[in-house]
Nanobody
Framework: QVQLVESGGGSVETGASLTLTCTVS????????IGWFRQAPGKERKFVTA????????FYANSVKGRFTISRDNIRNTVYLQMNSLKPEDTDVYYC??????????????WGQGTQVTVSS
């Protein structure tokens, strides 16, 4: 069983930064690509960014390019999402997910519980 735990969410003002952390409880963490998604209550889940097994490849949703950065530490079984220049429209619950596929259409097998990010104007 793979468990993912997100942390680092909070309430900030426009222009502030937050770093979300996703810790994965599995020794073979480096076997998994990790994605971040966001979802508001009653709305469709949206892709934010993903990183491959090695950390060498990443891709981002257009809405966060240049502002968000994903990275991973395969020794600490952790993925980070650095979010800069936050906007009110970034307000959502953010989820990390792990899977063995890679690409825009990748399916993820395991999901965390989510962490709330609220950006006030």
């Amino acid at each position: 069983q793979v468990q993912l735990v997100e942390s680092g969410g909070g309430s900030v003002e426009t222009g502030a930064s937050l770093t979300l952390t996703c810790t994965v409880s599995r020794p073979t963490f480096s076997d998994y690509a990790i994605g971040w998604f966001r979802q508001a209550p009653g709305k469709e889940r949206k892709f934010v960014t993903a990183i491959d097994w090695s950390g060498a490849y990443t891709f981002y949703a257009n809405s966060v390019k240049g502002r968000f950065t994903i990275s991973r530490d395969n020794i600490r079984n952790t993925v980070y999402l650095q979010m800069n220049s936050l906007k009110p429209e970034d307000t959502d619950v953010y989820y990390c997910a792990a899977g063995t596929e890679w690409g825009l259409d990748a399916e993820y097998d395991y999901w965390g519980q989510g962490t709330q990010v609220t950006v006030s104007s």
